[in-house]
C-alpha cells in the first residue's frame, strides 16, 4: 500500500505520533500565517513557522517514502508529496507547502488509526474472557491469573461469570452464551463432558470445567490471531490495485517532470507551468483510490469475526460476493449430523437383530463418521458392548471393514465393495430408502448381505430459512451428497435445494465441486469440515460449518463458521457482497474525483492548497465510507423476502 503502513497503535488519536506530528505542524502553519496577516510578525518569522511545520508534520511521511524507494526501489505516493512539497517551496510557495505537508499529515495519520482501529476490534474479543479463574485444588478455590491455567487445571465458573480457558465440564449444568466464539446469542444449555470455550458466558448454574488448551492457545485466541493475519491477506483485486499504483505514480511524477520542460521549446511561461507540475503532482496522487480496497477488506473481515465468521483473506472476502453456486454437504451439513438407527433388518438366515447389531457395532467401534456413532450408540442401548473388530479399515464414503471371529465383514452402502442386492434385500433397501432412510449393508466377504441397517436424520430447523435465502440473493443450491438418491431427493425437497448430486463417492463430490466451478465460476462449498476435507479443499472457497472446538476444521477452511448454524451461511455471502459494494462506491468515487481535479490542475485553474484539500478530504471520505463494510449488513445487502 502507498498510503498508510500498519501500527498496532491503541491509543487515543492525539497520541498517535503522526496524527499528534501533524496536528501540531497545523497550528503552527496556521497560527503563523495568521499572525503575518495580522502584521504581528514579520514575513521571516512566517517563513520559519512554515519550514518548521514542513518538518514536523512531513518527517513520518517523508521517511517512509525515501525507504521505499531505496529499500524496493518504488515511487509512492509519498514521493509526489515529496516533489510537491519542494516544487511549491522552490516557487515560493511556502504557505501552500505547509498546509499541503499539514493536511497530507492529517489524512494519513486518520487513515492509519482507522486501520489499526479495525484490526484492534477483533483483540477486544480477547477482553470478554475473564482475566482471573478460580483455580479448583484439593477442593479449595484460589483465584489465580487465567494465563496460568494449564490443560488438566479444573476452575470453578460461577453463575454469570465467563469462562476463562477452553475445557470440558466435569461437574454442574449450566446455559452457556458463547456469543464470543460462535457469534450466536441463543445459549445452549451443557452438562458434564460437554465442551465450553473461553468467554462463554455462564447462566443459571455452576460449573467445575477441566482446562483443554491454555489461554494463549485457546478457540478464542486463535480466531483473533486468525482475523488478524487474515486482514493482511490480499485478495486478487487489491492486489491489482497495488501493481496498478507501481506504475502509476511513477508516471505521475513523470508527467510532472515533462510540465517543466514543455514549456522551453514553445515559449510558454515557464513559472505557471511549473505551478501545474505542482498541482498535478497533488492532483493525481491516487491516495483514495488505494485504500479503496483495504479499508473495506479490513473492516469488513474484522466485523464478520465478531460474528464467529472467520474469512481466511481478502481473497475470500472476493469469493463470498461473488459466487453464484453454493454446494452443501449434507450429512452433518443440511441435517444435524446425529442420524439414528430406525431399523435392524437382519436378512441371514439364523442371525436375529440383536445378532446383527453387535456385528456392526463391532465393525463401527473405531469409526467417527456420525452413522458410525448412531449405530453404536444404538447397540449400548440395548445393552450390546461392541467388541471392537480386529484389521478395521475405513472406506471414505463407502463404509467400514474388519475381522470379527475369523472372518472379514463388511458394512457398506448398497451397491459397493462388490456387493449387489437382489430379491427381497433389494425391495426392502428400496421402500426403506423411500422413506428417507439411509440404508447400510451388513455382509460376510464373498457372502451375500446378512443385514440391512436403516437410519433416519433430521434436516437442521434454519435449513430452509438459510436456503431462501441464499436464492433470495441470486445464488443456485447444490447439494453433494454420499448417500442414497432416494433419501437425499427427500432431504433436498425438504430444505429447498435447486440441484442434487447422490451417491457420490469423496473423489465424485471433488468432481462435482469442479465441474460446477467451471460451469459457474467461484463455487462455494459448506461442510461440516471433517468428513468432507477433499470437497472443502477442491471448491473456490471452502466453508466449514460449526468450526468451534474443531481445529482441523478452522485450520483447514478458507471460510470457518463458528457456529453450528446454517443462516451464517448466507450472512457470509452478505458481509461479502457489502465489502465489495462499499469498495465499488469508493474507487468510483476516487476516480471520480481524479478526474476531476486532474484536468483543472493540467489547466492550471486551482491552488496548490485547494488541490490538497479536495485530494485529502476525499481520502477521508473513502476511509469514512470503507468502515461501513464492517457495519452490520443493511437491507440492501440482504434479500427482500427473506
Ligand atoms: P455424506 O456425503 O452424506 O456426508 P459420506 O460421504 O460420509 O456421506 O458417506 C456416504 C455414504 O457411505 C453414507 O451414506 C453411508 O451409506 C456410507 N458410509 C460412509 N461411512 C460409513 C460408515 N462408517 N459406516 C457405514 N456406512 C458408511
Ligand atoms: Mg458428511
Redesign the pocket.
Known amino acids: 500500500m502507498s498510503c498508510g503502513g500498519e501500527h498496532g497503535y491503541a491509543g487515543p488519536w492525539w497520541g498517535f505520533p503522526p496524527l499528534r506530528d501533524a496536528a501540531l505542524a497545523g497550528v503552527l502553519a496556521g497560527g503563523a500565517f495568521l499572525l503575518e496577516l495580522a502584521d504581528v510578525i514579520p514575513h521571516a518569522g512566517a517563513l520559519a513557522a512554515y519550514l518548521a511545520a514542513i518538518a514536523l508534520g512531513g518527517h513520518h511521511w517523508a521517511r517512509e517514502g525515501l525507504e521505499k524507494l531505496l529499500r524496493e526501489r518504488e515511487v509512492g505516493i509519498e514521493m509526489l508529496m515529496i516533489a510537491a512539497t519542494g516544487g511549491a517551496g522552490a516557487l515560493g510557495l511556502w504557505d501552500e507547502a505547509a498546509a499541503l505537508v499539514v493536511l497530507y499529515g492529517v489524512a494519513e495519520g486518520v487513515e492509519e488509526l482507522t486501520f489499526a482501529r479495525t484490526r484492534r476490534a477483533i483483540r477486544a474479543l480477547l477482553d470478554l474472557a475473564p482475566k482471573q479463574a478460580r483455580l479448583l485444588r484439593d477442593g479449595r478455590e484460589t483465584l489465580v491469573p487465567a494465563a496460568e491455567l494449564r490443560p488438566g487445571d479444573r476452575f470453578v465458573v460461577r453463575p454469570g461469570e465467563a469462562v476463562a480457558t477452553d475445557g470440558i465440564i466435569v461437574e454442574g449444568e449450566a446455559s452457556l452464551d458463547e456469543s464470543a466464539v460462535t457469534g450466536e446469542s441463543v445459549p445452549v444449555d451443557k452438562g458434564p463432558g460437554a465442551r465450553v470455550f473461553a468467554a462463554s458466558v455462564c447462566h443459571g448454574g455452576a460449573l467445575v470445567v477441566e482446562a483443554t488448551a491454555r489461554f494463549e492457545d485457546n478457540t478464542l485466541s486463535r480466531i483473533v490471531h486468525l482475523v488478524e493475519t487474515a486482514q493482511e491477506r490480499k485478495g486478487r483485486a487489491q492486489a491489482w490495485m497495488e501493481r496498478f499504483g507501481r506504475r502509476y505514480s511513477p508516471a505521475v511524477l513523470a508527467t510532472a517532470a515533462l510540465f517543466l520542460l514543455l514549456p522551453l521549446p514553445f515559449g510558454w511561461e515557464w513559472a505557471s507551468w511549473a505551478h501545474r507540475a505542482v498541482v498535478l503532482l497533488v492532483a493525481a496522487a491516487p491516495c483514495a483510490l488505494v485504500i479503496s480496497l483495504p479499508i473495506a477488506v479490513s473492516a469488513g473481515i474484522g466485523a464478520a469475526g465478531r460474528r464467529g465468521i472467520l474469512i481466511k483473506g481478502g481473497a475470500h472476502l472476493e469469493h463470498l460476493a461473488t459466487a453464484r453456486v453454493v454446494a452443501f454437504?449434507?450429512?452433518?451439513t443440511l441435517t444435524h449430523g446425529r442420524p439414528e438407527v430406525a431399523a435392524v433388518e437382519p436378512l441371514a438366515p439364523g442371525l436375529d437383530e440383536a445378532g446383527a447389531l453387535a456385528l456392526a457395532a463391532a465393525l463401527?467401534a473405531r469409526?467417527e463418521?456420525p452413522?458410525?456413532r448412531a449405530?453404536v450408540r444404538h447397540a449400548r442401548a440395548l445393552g450390546i458392548e461392541p467388541r471392537p473388530a480386529a484389521g478395521f479399515r475405513?472406506?471414505?464414503?463407502?463404509?467400514?471393514e474388519g475381522e470379527i471371529d475369523g472372518a472379514r465383514w463388511r458394512?457398506?452402502?448398497p451397491g459397493t465393495g462388490g456387493l449387489r442386492l437382489a430379491g427381497e434385500a433389494a425391495g426392502r433397501c428400496a421402500a426403506l430408502e423411500e422413506a428417507g432412510h439411509?440404508?447400510?449393508v451388513l455382509a460376510r466377504e464373498g457372502g451375500g448381505a446378512a443385514a440391512l441397517l436403516a437410519l433416519a436424520d433430521h434436516v437442521r430447523d434454519e435449513a430452509p430459512e438459510a436456503v431462501r435465502r441464499l436464492h433470495a440473493l441470486g445464488v443456485r443450491t447444490v447439494m453433494?451428497?454420499?448417500?442414497?438418491p432416494r433419501a437425499a431427493a427427500r432431504v433436498a425437497a425438504a430444505v429447498g435445494i435447486d440441484e442434487v448430486r447422490a451417491g457420490?463417492r469423496?473423489e465424485e463430490?471433488v468432481a462435482a465441486v469442479r465441474a460446477l466451478e467451471s460451469r459457474h465460476g467461484a463455487v462455494i462449498m459448506v461442510g461440516d469440515g471433517i468428513?468432507?476435507a477433499p470437497a472443502l479443499a477442491a471448491a473456490t472457497c471452502g466453508m466449514a460449518m460449526g468450526a468451534a472446538g474443531t481445529d482441523a476444521a478452522i485450520e483447514a477452511a478458507d471460510v470457518a463458521l463458528m457456529a453450528d448454524d446454517l443462516l451464517k451461511v448466507a450472512e457470509a455471502l452478505e458481509l461479502g457482497r457489502r465489502a465489495r459494494r462499499v469498495s465499488l462506491q469508493n474507487i468510483a468515487f476516487a476516480l471520480a474525483v481524479l478526474a476531476a481535479l486532474i484536468p483543472l490542475a493540467v489547466l492550471g485553474r486551482i491552488s496548490v492548497a485547494l488541490a490538497v484539500l479536495v485530494h485529502e478530504a476525499s481520502e477521508l471520505a473513502a476511509v469514512a465510507n470503507g468502515l461501513r463494510a464492517g457495519r452490520p449488513p443493511r437491507p440492501a445487502d440482504r434479500p427482500r423476502a427473506a
Open positions: 454437504d449434507k450429512t452433518g463401527e469409526s463418521h452413522l458410525a449405530i475405513a472406506l471414505p464414503g463407502a463404509g467400514v458394512l457398506m452402502r439411509t440404508v447400510v453433494l451428497t454420499g448417500d442414497n457420490l469423496p463430490k468428513n468432507d
